[in-house]
Nanobody, 125 residues
Framework: QVQLVESGGGLVQAGGSLRLSCAAS????????MGWFRQAPGKEREFVAA????????YYADSLKGRFTISRDNAKNAVYLQMNSLKPEDTAVYYC??????????????????WGQGTQVTVSS
């Protein structure tokens, strides 16, 4: 069983930055691809970013390229999402997810096997 715990969310002004962290339990982290998704009130969950188990390959939602950066530290069983130049429309609950034993990242939420509980990010204008 894998547990994912996100942290680092909060309230920030537009133009500011936040770094989200996701800590994973278990021994499967370094063998699995990871992703970040978000869900705003009244909207469907959407893909944000994903990273391969090696950390070499990354995918981003087109609208977020250049502002968000995903990274991972397999020694710490952690994945990160650096968010810069935040906008009010980035306000959402952010979730990390693990795609068990997948070598490469995917943008498809249904492919992920485990999800964290989410962390709230609120960007004020």
């Amino acid at each position: 069983q894998v547990q994912l715990v996100e942290s680092g969310g909060g309230l920030v002004q537009a133009g500011g930055s936040l770094r989200l962290s996701c800590a994973a339990s278990g021994r499967t982290f370094s063998s699995s691809s990871m992703g970040w998704f978000r869900q705003a009130p009244g909207k469907e969950r959407e893909f944000v970013a994903a990273i391969s188990r090696s950390g070499i390959t990354t995918y981003y939602a087109d609208s977020l390229k250049g502002r968000f950066t995903i990274s991972r530290d397999n020694a710490k069983n952690a994945v990160y999402l650096q968010m810069n130049s935040l906008k009010p429309e980035d306000t959402a609950v952010y979730y990390c997810a693990l795609d068990l034993y997948a070598p490469g990242p995917t943008v498809v939420a249904g492919a992920y096997d485990y999800w964290g509980q989410g962390t709230q990010v609120t960007v004020s204008s």
